[in-house]
Protein backbone atom coordinates (compact mmCIF):
# COMPACT_ATOMS: atom_id res chain seq x y z
CA UNK A 1 0.00 0.00 0.00
CA UNK A 2 1.25 3.37 -1.19
CA UNK A 3 0.47 6.61 0.62
CA UNK A 4 -0.50 9.49 -1.23
CA UNK A 5 1.75 12.57 -1.85
CA UNK A 6 1.50 15.94 -2.77
CA UNK A 7 3.75 18.61 -2.59
CA UNK A 8 6.21 16.24 -0.64
CA UNK A 9 3.97 15.89 1.98
CA UNK A 10 1.09 12.78 3.02
CA UNK A 11 -2.50 13.42 2.39
CA UNK A 12 -4.82 13.61 5.37
CA UNK A 13 -7.79 10.98 4.62
CA UNK A 14 -10.14 13.64 7.02
CA UNK A 15 -10.40 11.18 10.15
CA UNK A 16 -6.81 11.51 11.33
CA UNK A 17 -5.38 9.51 8.90
CA UNK A 18 -3.59 9.48 5.55
CA UNK A 19 -4.82 9.10 2.31
CA UNK A 20 -4.43 5.26 0.64
CA UNK A 21 -3.60 4.37 -2.90
CA UNK A 22 -4.50 1.43 -4.76
CA UNK A 23 -4.08 -0.14 -7.82
CA UNK A 24 -3.39 1.94 -11.24
CA UNK A 25 -2.73 5.00 -8.74
CA UNK A 26 -0.32 3.16 -6.18
CA UNK A 27 1.19 1.99 -9.19
CA UNK A 28 1.42 5.45 -10.54
CA UNK A 29 2.92 6.72 -7.59
CA UNK A 30 5.75 3.97 -7.26
CA UNK A 31 7.00 4.90 -10.89
CA UNK A 32 6.99 8.46 -9.81
CA UNK A 33 8.96 7.91 -7.52
CA UNK A 34 11.59 5.33 -9.12
CA UNK A 35 11.40 7.76 -11.71
CA UNK A 36 11.97 11.36 -9.47
CA UNK A 37 14.74 9.45 -7.20
CA UNK A 38 18.53 9.78 -8.12
CA UNK A 39 19.50 6.14 -8.72
CA UNK A 40 22.56 5.54 -6.18
CA UNK A 41 21.46 8.25 -3.50
CA UNK A 42 20.34 5.53 -1.14
CA UNK A 43 22.86 3.19 -0.05
CA UNK A 44 21.27 0.35 1.04
CA UNK A 45 19.49 0.56 -2.04
CA UNK A 46 21.91 1.22 -5.00
CA UNK A 47 19.20 0.20 -7.72
CA UNK A 48 16.49 1.90 -6.91
CA UNK A 49 15.77 5.39 -8.82
CA UNK A 50 16.59 6.68 -12.18
CA UNK A 51 19.36 8.57 -13.56
CA UNK A 52 17.02 10.92 -15.38
CA UNK A 53 18.79 14.18 -13.61
CA UNK A 54 22.11 13.52 -15.71
CA UNK A 55 20.28 14.42 -19.18
CA UNK A 56 21.23 18.01 -18.79
CA UNK A 57 24.41 16.93 -19.46
CA UNK A 58 24.12 15.19 -22.55
CA UNK A 59 23.48 16.26 -26.05
CA UNK A 60 20.17 17.20 -26.63
CA UNK A 61 19.91 14.57 -29.91
CA UNK A 62 21.52 11.91 -27.33
CA UNK A 63 18.30 12.96 -24.58
CA UNK A 64 15.55 10.91 -26.05
CA UNK A 65 17.33 7.46 -26.51
CA UNK A 66 18.84 8.17 -23.14
CA UNK A 67 15.65 9.41 -21.52
CA UNK A 68 14.18 5.59 -22.54
CA UNK A 69 17.27 3.59 -21.07
CA UNK A 70 17.27 5.60 -18.14
CA UNK A 71 13.19 4.72 -17.56
CA UNK A 72 13.55 1.08 -18.42
CA UNK A 73 16.95 0.67 -16.15
CA UNK A 74 14.54 2.41 -13.07
CA UNK A 75 11.27 0.59 -13.54
CA UNK A 76 12.44 -2.61 -14.45
CA UNK A 77 12.22 -4.44 -10.94
CA UNK A 78 8.75 -3.18 -11.11
CA UNK A 79 6.13 -6.23 -11.57
CA UNK A 80 3.63 -6.51 -13.91
CA UNK A 81 4.81 -3.27 -15.46
CA UNK A 82 5.60 -3.05 -19.48
CA UNK A 83 7.01 0.41 -20.28
CA UNK A 84 5.45 1.29 -24.15
CA UNK A 85 6.60 4.57 -24.88
CA UNK A 86 9.03 7.37 -23.63
CA UNK A 87 8.97 10.71 -24.91
CA UNK A 88 10.70 13.87 -23.98
CA UNK A 89 9.84 17.45 -25.09
CA UNK A 90 12.73 19.63 -24.96
CA UNK A 91 11.81 23.37 -24.15
CA UNK A 92 15.01 25.16 -23.37
CA UNK A 93 16.77 23.89 -20.35
CA UNK A 94 13.43 22.35 -19.24
CA UNK A 95 11.75 19.22 -20.85
CA UNK A 96 8.51 17.43 -20.02
CA UNK A 97 8.65 13.57 -20.08
CA UNK A 98 6.24 11.44 -20.54
CA UNK A 99 5.92 7.52 -19.78
CA UNK A 100 3.06 5.57 -21.09
CA UNK A 101 2.67 2.23 -19.66
CA UNK A 102 0.96 -1.07 -19.26
CA UNK A 103 -0.07 -2.70 -16.20
CA UNK A 104 -2.71 -5.75 -16.01
CA UNK A 105 -4.12 -4.45 -19.57
CA UNK A 106 -4.46 -0.67 -17.80
CA UNK A 107 -2.79 1.77 -19.46
CA UNK A 108 -0.79 4.43 -17.44
CA UNK A 109 0.27 7.77 -18.09
CA UNK A 110 3.14 9.49 -15.91
CA UNK A 111 4.68 13.21 -16.88
CA UNK A 112 7.38 14.73 -14.96
CA UNK A 113 9.31 17.76 -16.27
CA UNK A 114 13.05 16.49 -16.32
CA UNK A 115 16.19 19.27 -16.46
Known sequence: MEWKLMDGDYVPDGMGGLTALSGGEEVLARVL???TARRGALPFL??????LYQ???E??????????????????EEPELTVRAVELV?????GL???QLDWQGQELTAQLSVR
Not at 46 to 51: A, I, K, V, Y
Not at 59 to 76: D, H, I, M, S, T
Open 33 to 35: YRL
Open 46 to 51: PNLGSR
Open 55 to 57: LGR
Open 59 to 76: KPAARQALAAQYVAEALG
Open 90 to 94: QTGET
Open 97 to 99: LTV
